[in-house]
């Protein structure tokens, strides 16, 4: 469908997404969350501050910066007092459509559309590919994330720091 309606699509990749506690105020209204792109070394550090939703889009203030080493991340990150507080991999599509993102993300508890561009396209763009706004979805998927390792292993086990193995040198 977004092929046919001239969608170009921009990226393809496995993206595994590490969500932080941390210490003190710094993550109650904001949450911390390292991307990791195919592995490494690069990625991507998010901060997300609350949403907001109007109509079926959800707002929120987001700042990233890109990472080139994972690893240093981490380390940086596990001195400043954070720990990695689950993990969860997704496989990740993004297209352009009419000056819209529109990112198709296949996680381990479902299948998800998300939507970005200019808050008052949204809702018009989402109907036009058989989405209903009023049914998007409120929870992020660090939230559903968790929900679902919490099914699927019901004791409860404190955060354990994570090392993400070097990727492996390119053979030639």
């Given at each position: ?35 990791v792109f195919n592995g490494g070394p690069k ?53 352009m459509l009419d000056g819209v993102a529109i ?22 763009m989402a109907r036009s590919l058989g989405l ?41």
């Amino acid at each position: 469908m977004l092929r046919q309606r001239g969608a170009k699509l921009t990226g393809r990749y496995k993206e595994d997404n590490y969500r932080f506690n941390g210490p003190g105020k710094s993550t109650r209204n904001t949450t911390l969350r390292l991307r990791v792109f195919n592995g490494g070394p690069k990625g991507v550090l998010t901060a997300k501050g609350p949403a907001t939703f109007d109509g079926g889009v959800k707002m929120r203030e987001e700042t990233e910066i890109d990472v080139t080493d994972v690893h240093a991340a981490l380390d940086m990150l596990q001195q400043l007092g954070f720990r990695v507080g689950w993990t969860y991999p997704k496989q990740r599509s993004m297209w352009m459509l009419d000056g819209v993102a529109i990112t198709l993300d296949v996680l381990d508890f479902g299948w998800f559309v998300e939507l970005e561009g200019p808050a008052e396209v949204l809702p018009e763009m989402a109907r036009s590919l058989g989405l209903d706004p009023a049914n998007a979805l409120r929870d992020s998927y660090s939230v559903m994330a968790r929900k679902h390792q919490k099914a699927k292993r019901p004791t409860k086990s404190p955060a354990v720091p994570v090392v993400i193995p070097p990727a492996k040198a390119a053979e030639g």
